[in-house]
Each structure stands twice: as C-alpha cells, then as structure tokens.
C-alpha cells in the first residue's frame, strides 16, 4: 500500500517560501553587485540615427551605458545577405518592434540607473509598420508542422453535402502571461567561467543559448533557477536579458544585476500570440459529425518563426471522417509570441467546443449529448487506442454533479430575480507527454537521502511530489529525503513545461530508487546466509530501514547492518529514464469536461461565473492537494481568458497600451466563486511507470468555451471573440 503517492501533502518548500527563506532570482546576494536598467525602443521599426547618453553618463553613479555603439557582439555572426535578424540585444541598430530593448544603463544602485535611463536620447528613422494582424492574413504562410498533418477523407464534400451545417469565426487576443514574479537575472565572471541566477524554465536551454553567445563550451556556464514565481511559457525559450546581463557583467568585471519592470516584461518574454479561426461543422441530422474543417490563424514576429500549433488537437478529439485542421501564421512587427499555459490547445478548443455548443442548438441536442454522439473510441487521427481514456465518464460525473439534467434548453429560459443564468459546458484534450530526463539519488547509511534533478519549480508543487515518489521507494519520512532541482550542475531535466515533469523527472527519480534497492540487494547477498539470497530486486522494498520481501515481510534485512558490515557509508545511482518504445502504439492524452454556470445582468451586461464544476481523468494522481490547486489554478485563468484579458495595441504606434497590472486584467477574489474539481483515475501502465498525465494545462482548456457557452445559454447572444467583455452583452 503507497505511504505518500496518492494522499494529500502539503509543500515541502512551503515553510521556505513564507518564511522568505527560498531565494528568488534577484534576491540572491552577490558582493559588489551592480544594477542594470533597460532602456526600450518608442517606435515599431525602423533604425537608430542617433543615441546620445552624455547627460546620462554625467549622472550620480553611472558606470556604463551599453548601445549597439559600444555592446560586445555575441552570438554567430550574420550571414551575408541573410534579411536582418533579431535574437540578442544591442547587436545593430535595426529596430523590430516598440519595446525593443536599445540600451542599458549600468549603475551603483537600482534608483541611479533607473535615472539616468531616462536622460538617454535617442532618435529614430522610422519605417512603416504593421502589428494589426486582422490587416495581414493574406500574408500568412503555412505552418510546416501542421501541414505534415493531411486533410482526413474529403472534408469540402463532405461539408457541402452534410444536413446541418454551422460555420462562425473566433477570434482571441493577444494575452500576456503576468507572473508575479519579475524576470530577472545575475551575472557574474571569474576568467572565463560564467555564473548566472537567472529566471528560467530551462536552466539548460539558457547554458545553451549562452554558450553560442559568448562562444565557450557549456561547462563552463553555470546557470542556477531554484525557485520561480509563476512563468507559464514566459521562461521556457530563453529571453533577451541573460545574455545582456552577461554581457555587461564580462564588460565591466563586475557582477550585473538586471531585473524586468512590469511594462518590461510586455515585451520581454513573449505572448500568447492573437488568434482568428474559422470553424465550419457538417453533421447528419442525429448529431453524427461528417465534416470538419478547422483553419486558424495567428501572428509572429518579422524576425522570427514561431506556433502554437493551435488545431493540433482538433485531429484526436472527435470521430469524423473528413476534417482538415490547417494553421497559418503571419509576421507582425511585435516580438515574437512564446507559450503561455495550454498553448494551442486553450485557444484551438475555445473556437472548436463553440462551434459544437453551436451545432448543438441547430440540431436541437444536447450539448453533451451531441459530445458523446461523437465520441472517438480510438484516436481519429491514428486509428491507435488510447493507452486510457475516462472521458465519458467524466461527463457522466460532471453531468450528476452540476445537475446538468435540470438545465432549459432554450437560451434566456433560466433566471436568478432579474439575473439571467446560463449553463454550458465543454471538453478539454492535452497531450499525456514525457520526455528524456536523468535523477541522482545519494543514499546514506545514516537513513537519509539527496535527490537532485536539474528541472524547475515554477510553482505546481515540483519539490514536493519528487520528494514523495523518492521516500516512497526508499521507505523513507519525507523530512529524510532532501530534493534540489534547478542548476546545471545537476542531471540533465527537460524544460518545466507541457505538463510533462512529473512524468519525465519522476520516473527518472523513481528509477533512481529502485536502482538503490538492487543496490542494496548486492550487498545484502553477499552475506551467504541473506534471507534474501535468490530473491529479485523487483520482489523486494525498503521500508522503516529494512529491505524486505514484499510477500513475505519475515524476510528482511537491516540496512544500516547490511551498509556497516559492507563498509559502504553511502550508495549514489544517476538514473536515465525515457519514454518506453511501448507508448507508440497508443495515442497518449488526458481528458477533461467542464460544466459553467455564469449569472449574466441584463442591464449591465456584467457576468458572474458563479459554479464549476470539472472532471479531468489524467492518469493516477500523486498529490491530490497539489492537484486540485493547478486545476482550480488553470479554471481561474480560463475565467479571464475569456471574460478580462486583452492586450491593447495602438497600432499607429505599434505600442502596447496596457502593459500594466492596472490595465492589463486579470481575475481578482472577487471574480472567483464556488470552483469544485474532480478527478477520474486511470489505471495507465503505458504512459509511464508512475502512471500520471499532465494535468497543469488540461485544467485550463476547455474553460473559455463552457463560459461562452454558458452566457448564449443565459443572453442568447453568440460571442464569438474574447474577451466577453460587458459592451459585447448590451
């Protein structure tokens, strides 16, 4: 019987984190330290023609002012006759987009060089810009990767020929990610060795990226990430300033500083990039989807290519024998979009899940019901099995809990008083994903053990279900295991995002483990009379310091004695754990259902979303506290996604409007009400070892759609771009 896995446990850092004892990026303290402030472009495109930073030289505790006048040039060089290229800063003097960074001003203290940044002047030869996506669709070019993905059967046909028919178009957005946690970065040099904190998803990624910047072999740059508040996708490609703070850290031969405003960050790390999507749905009079066809648009940089793969999963979610899910993408002079949590998916499934609450109310079926008409018993792309899938009953659950059999029909047929109440639903798909990772575990003979993994914590709970799935197989207390992740001196991790860790670090944990117990089982049998002479290692465990036959706990040896007479004070294993070839034979996904109901005032046009309820079946479920945190976690985004954020862009300008907490939306307490999650397990041998699916951004997925769907149920007004703002209501 598990002692942790599968039981409520509360954060291991959570002591640290509270008590102000876990260290932040830029709360690491180095001696001698100076501070860098970012100076940002004002216009979208076009050249520097002048930058004068005399008077800001002059200014109290000024060390340097770095430009593309005087920056060390970093990265390969251009290629000749390449089109201009942006990936590191303060390389040339193109401009690409408004926020660009353009200098940065080094100083004694933060406040001086917050200063002077501002007594820089610099001028511009402008060039005419574009960032209203809407204007540029004719230029959007295929995806590569989706376009590997074919039209299934003949879907214009098919749509031509269906019954009923329904075709709208979506639109989302740009959204910011807004951590709460700055991005920041420390940099400092002894000879040609690099040190850098730095805020990260992927402390290897950014060792990569700065090796190819400064030309020096990776062992030779140490980045450090222990603790991250909130990233998102926002640190997952590395971002701009670690190279710049390097850079001028190496300049100065001294330690730099540098840490992202809140309007910094706009433009600093990425967005979720503005979507248009056409849907159009063919289906024969009883719900049974004919056709499908998908095609979704979104925007990029004009330096760099970049998607979201947003129709990706409209391929495995319902049974339908023609369907094309195309995906184009067209360059806008604005940074370049990045991942932001349920990348693709949130947004793919918002304009398909409205879509199908649509063909529901021209068919006169239940929503859930045409859901489940179409439900795909294998993978419609693949024809594979799924190696689980509990959605059905996760709409049978959902359904019971929400009393969905109570819900009218008709739209505007529900009221509260004077509120109109409206109650939609909708599904949710993410990819059941692990990736390559390696663990170390030290385990000493005094009953205690490290267990380091060079992965991230950007606040899903990472410290602690490592933890548990180590004491789990060591037979340990969770006080006798101490997990350190986040530093490049540890083994190699993947990047935190995907909502595959748990999947990928853990088993690579656990299998450290279990090569600890075979470990253990040498030096015991090397004792002609072991109990466990002839026993496999498979068929023992530690547990409460002994290892023992899990058939029969009478054989047993004491670990301690067996160490001290082997004279072995402490066994170390580096395991290396990656996907079992088994997994190709089966499509591999999680699953979810959400069921809203949102109190929409007819006068106002304000809406409330006073009730979820969602059901999400991901695989066995190791720490149900932290569990039921990122769901509740990802319906709160979902609330704003579809009700709050926008960012706002004056396109005269190509400037972000609202690159503020002030501005910029988000949901407060007072946004939030009763949010009840559930799980369905799954018993899934095939994903991985521990049996566990991603679940951080499955909880998010379906959210947006069930909210719209919920207020046409309320008002009987379809909308079809987010956010559903209260002007849109009256």
């Not at 178009?169 to 000879?191: K, L, M, T, V």
């Not at 998916?345 to 239940?366: H, N, T």
Request: glycine content about 8%.
């Amino acid at each position: 019987m598990a002692r942790y896995l599968g039981k409520e446990t509360t954060r291991v850092d959570g002591l640290a984190k509270v008590t102000g004892k876990a260290k932040y990026t830029a709360e690491f303290q180095v001696p001698h330290v100076t501070y860098g402030f970012i100076v940002l472009s004002t216009v979208a495109k076009g050249r520097i023609s002048a930058i004068d930073t005399r008077e800001a030289e002059q200014a109290g505790g000024v060390i340097r002012i770095f430009t593309h006048l005087n920056a060390a040039k970093m990265g390969p060089a251009p290629v000749a006759g390449a089109p201009a290229q942006w990936s590191r800063p303060l390389q040339s003097d193109r401009v690409f987009f408004n926020g660009q960074p353009v200098a940065l001003v080094v100083a004694e203290s933060y406040e001086q060089a917050r200063y002077a940044a501002r007594l820089v002047k610099v001028s511009y030869q402008t060039e005419p810009h574009n960032t209203d996506f809407a204007t540029v669709l004719e230029r959007a070019q295929p995806d590569a990767e989706t376009a590997k993905g074919k039209p299934r059967g003949n879907p214009v046909a098919a749509l031509q020929a269906a019954a009923v028919k329904v075709e709208a178009e979506y639109r989302i957005p740009i959204n910011h990610h807004n951590p709460i946690e700055p991005h920041a970065a420390i940099a400092f040099w002894q000879g040609d060795e690099l040190t850098i904190f730095d805020k990260t998803q992927n402390v290897f990624g950014v060792q990569g990226h700065l090796a190819e910047s400064f030309g020096l072999p990776a062992a030779n740059i140490r980045v450090v990430s222990p603790f991250v508040g909130g990233a998102f996708g926002s640190s997952l490609n590395p971002n701009y300033y670690p190279s710049l703070t390097a850079m001028a850290a190496r300049e100065l031969k001294r330690p730099v500083k540098v840490v992202f405003t809140r309007a910094q960050m706009f433009t600093g790390h990425g967005y979720r990039p503005h979507t248009i999507q056409k849907v159009a749905l063919g289906a024969d009079r009883n719900g049974k989807l004919s056709a499908m066809v998908h095609e979704a648009f979104h925007n990029t940089s004009s330096f760099e290519p970049f998607s979201d793969a947003t129709t990706g999963f409209t391929r495995q979610v319902y049974a339908c024998p023609n369907l094309h899910a195309p995906l184009k993408v067209a360059a806008t002079d604005m940074a370049t979009p990045t991942w932001m949590r349920a990348p693709g998916a949130v947004s793919g499934m918002f304009a398909l899940e409205s879509a199908m609450d649509e063909l529901s109310y021209a068919l006169k079926i239940d929503p859930m019901q045409l859901r489940l008409v179409n439900y795909a018993e294998v993978d419609p792309e693949s024809g594979k099995p799924f190696s689980s899938k509990a959605l059905r009953e996760c709409y049978r659950l959902g359904a019971e809990k929400f009393g969905w059999k109570n819900r009218k029909p008709e739209p505007r047929s529900m009221r509260d008083g004077r509120l109109l109440v409206g109650w939609g639903m909708a599904s949710s798909v993410w990819g059941a994903m692990q990736q390559p990772a390696s663990a170390r575990i030290i385990f000493r003979a005094d009953g205690s053990a490290g267990v380091t993994s060079a992965t991230s914590d950007i606040g899903p709970g990472t410290y602690t279900v490592m933890t548990m799935i180590a004491a789990e197989f060591l037979g340990l207390r969770l006080d006798q295991v101490h997990f350190e992740l986040g530093d490049t001196r540890q083994p190699k991790a993947p990047p935190q995002g995907g909502s595959w860790t748990t999947s990928s670090v853990g088993s690579a944990v656990q299998g450290a483990a279990l090569s600890i117990v075979g470990k253990l089982m040498e030096l015991a049998n090397q004792d002609a009379a072991s109990p466990l002479k002839g026993v496999k290692s498979t068929d023992v465990e530690m547990l409460d310091g002994r290892l023992s036959l899990k058939s029969d706990a009478s054989r047993s040896v004491n670990i301690v004695e067996v160490m001290r007479r082997t004279g072995t004070s402490e066994i170390a294993e580096t395991f290396d754990s990656t996907p079992s070839p088994e997994r190709a034979k089966y499509a591999t996904l999680a699953h979810g259902a959400q069921f809203v109901e949102v109190k929409v005032d007819p006068d106002l046009g304000t809406v409330k979303v006073t009730r979820v309820i969602e059901v999400t079946a991901c695989g066995k479920i190791l720490n149900p506290l932290a569990s039921h945190s990122q769901e509740i976690g990802g319906v709160v985004w979902g609330i704003g996604m579809a009700l709050e954020e926008g960012t706002e862009i004056d396109h005269r300008y190509g400037r972000i409007m609202n690159a503020n907490l002030q501005h910029y939306h988000v949901p407060v307490n007072a946004d939030i009400h009763s949010i009840e999650t559930i799980f369905v397990e799954e018993d899934d041998t095939i994903v991985n070892p521990l049996g566990v699916k991603g679940m951080g951004e499955l909880g998010m997925v379906g959210i947006p759609a069930a909210i719209a769907n919920a207020i046409f149920h309320a008002t009987g007004k379809r909308v079809r771009d987010l956010p559903i703002t209260p002007d849109k209501l009256l």
